[in-house]
């Protein structure tokens, strides 16, 4: 049974400093970085997190999560994933098709980096954008989250055939040149999507909070993770994304996000600012 | 009741019919106000937001889309942004989420009324206007726990008024109120600058 959180317990100073001692265990105890988040989603989750694990207080789900890894894993599932959908903006893909792909035609070979890829929708969108647009046998696709359980869903790539719909017409929204279910095999309840697609994509454990630049890619596409870190965060993920950009390189970043307010933004140019999509400055 | 010297911060949801209430309401907020205004309305997925437009040339005030990590501005009306919740970053600040959607509405009212109980906490104003589900009822149960003042839109003058009467059966509500009783209220709180409370 779920416990009956009363907001009156959970939004007090008790909380707050609840909030923090949680936050630190985790950090010292499992390497997760989570205080550079930005606080009001993180308090969210976590109050939702409380009453699924039956914790009355943040103190009882510390208690559990200090003394029992697998507890943290579920934890770390509440805290981490992120449901998207395939192509989601299909404006943000359909500027990549028509502006960043022309360009990107004029590298010998590829390299892109999906960060914080959660369950993989966005790593098989741009593989198969990039398919349809002849480009993707001279790439590699990097995608990283830190969440592993959720990284072994994505490296599965199944979907449940429900949300095929809504890819499907976004999918169409975005320019395509081809049907989307020429990328999956569906089996009953679920849709599989194809070998073809995976042995382009590299899925592995990166953290935006405490890991480095791993290679030197043309397009990151950070889209919605953003959003979730505070300023400081934030600025350190942008300046790993200037780092790992080649010259002119892309940078795609959701809708409602934007490089105002941060330290970084001198560091990139407006490519298609309707759409989000940033170019790294070539004299940096 | 007067709110004079008692407010830092609003939140207002409303759902369906939300827009023609909120055309009495904000117009009524003076100019030189100082309490931000944070505002969801559900709107249609997929559709761009034209509420920016559409009260920007009614109101005295400041009224923008909410912007990820922007600090309030003193006075100003956000609206959160299609398909994003809106909350409250300490700060304050503003912060967005695309976390799943509650009770079947992103932005939801719930998510911005309890963040932003969690800082302006006894200092916040919330209110519940007209819609047709039930999102908000906990929000302005979490205003109300923090100690802050609640208002509804009193439920047979709400063109739907399933929002009101679930808010209404979750806690009772300090003014339950026509809107342009609200709107007298809101012409209430505090113009800037203001002596700045002592704490």
């Known amino acids: 049974m779920d416990a009956e959180v009363n907001p009156a317990v959970v939004t007090g100073r008790e909380f707050d400093i609840e909030f923090k001692l949680l936050i630190d265990a985790i950090f010292h105890m499992y390497h997760y970085d ?21 914790c009355r207080t943040l103190s009882q789900l510390q208690d559990k999560v200090v003394h029992d890894s697998s507890m943290f894993a579920a934890l770390l599932d509440f805290l981490t994933i992120q449901v998207s959908e395939m192509f989601r903006d299909p404006a943000y893909f359909l500027a990549l098709r028509e502006r960043v ?22 790593a098989y969108s741009l593989a198969i954008l990039l398919h349809e647009e002849g480009l993707l046998s001279k790439t590699i696709i990097y995608a990283t989250d830190i969440n592993t359980h959720t990284l072994q869903k994505a490296a599965a790539g199944v979907y449940g055939v429900g949300r095929i719909a809504g890819f499907t017409a976004n999918h169409h929204q975005s320019g ?10 569906a089996a009953y309840d679920r849709a599989v999507f194809n ?22 890619v043309q397009l ?28 002119r390189g892309f940078l795609g970043i959701g809708a409602k996000e934007s490089l105002r307010f941060s330290a970084q933004a001198d560091a990139f140019l407006d490519f298609a600012p309707a759409e989000r999509i940033f170019q790294r400055r070539p004299e940096l | 009741m007067n709110l004079a010297g008692r407010i830092d911060a609003v939140v207002i949801g409303a759902s369906a019919g939300g827009i023609e209430a909120l055309t009495v309401l904000l117009p009524a907020l003076s100019p030189g106000l100082r309490p931000p205004v944070f505002i969801v309305l559900h709107l249609p997925r997929d559709r761009p937001s034209v509420l920016v437009d559409i ?58 009324f309890e963040s932003a109980a969690d800082i302006y906490r006894d200092r916040l104003l919330g209110i519940i206007l007209t819609g047709a589900n039930e999102d908000g009822a906990s929000g302005l149960a979490a205003v109300h ?22 808010a209404l059966k979750l806690r009772p509500a300090d003014c339950v109120l026509t809107l342009n009783e609200i709107a007298g209220m809101l012409q209430t709180l505090d113009a800037s600058p203001t002596p700045m409370r002592m704490s």
């Open chain 1, 34 to 54: 989570f205080r550079g988040y930005a606080q009001a989603s993180l308090r969210r989750r976590l109050k939702t997190a409380m009453s699924r694990f039956d």
């Open chain 1, 101 to 122: 792909v022309p360009l990107l035609r004029t590298y010998p070979s590829l390299k892109v980096w999906v960060a914080g890829c959660s369950a993989g929708e966005e």
């Open chain 1, 176 to 185: 395509a040149r081809s049907s989307l279910s020429d990328y999956y095999s």
């Open chain 1, 195 to 216: 070998k073809s697609l995976k042995d382009h994509i590299v899925f592995s454990d990166h953290s935006l909070a405490t890991d480095s630049v791993f290679a030197e």
């Open chain 1, 220 to 247: 990151v596409s950070c889209r919605n993770v953003l959003i979730y870190f505070n300023r400081t965060l934030r600025d350190r993920a942008l300046g790993l994304f200037r780092e790992a950009l080649c010259r």
């Open chain 2, 55 to 112: 009260f920007a040339r009614k109101c005295a005030v400041p009224v923008r889309e909410a912007e990820d990590k922007e600090m309030v501005a003193p006075g100003t009306v956000y609206f959160a942004p299609n398909d994003y919740h809106l909350l409250v970053d300490p700060g304050p600040q503003l912060a967005l989420s695309a976390d799943d959607p509650v009770h079947h509405s992103r932005p939801s009212v719930d998510v911005l």
């Open chain 2, 145 to 166: 726990d923090a100690g802050g003042v609640t208002m509804v839109q009193r439920p047979d003058t709400a063109l739907a008024p399933h929002m009101a009467l679930s």
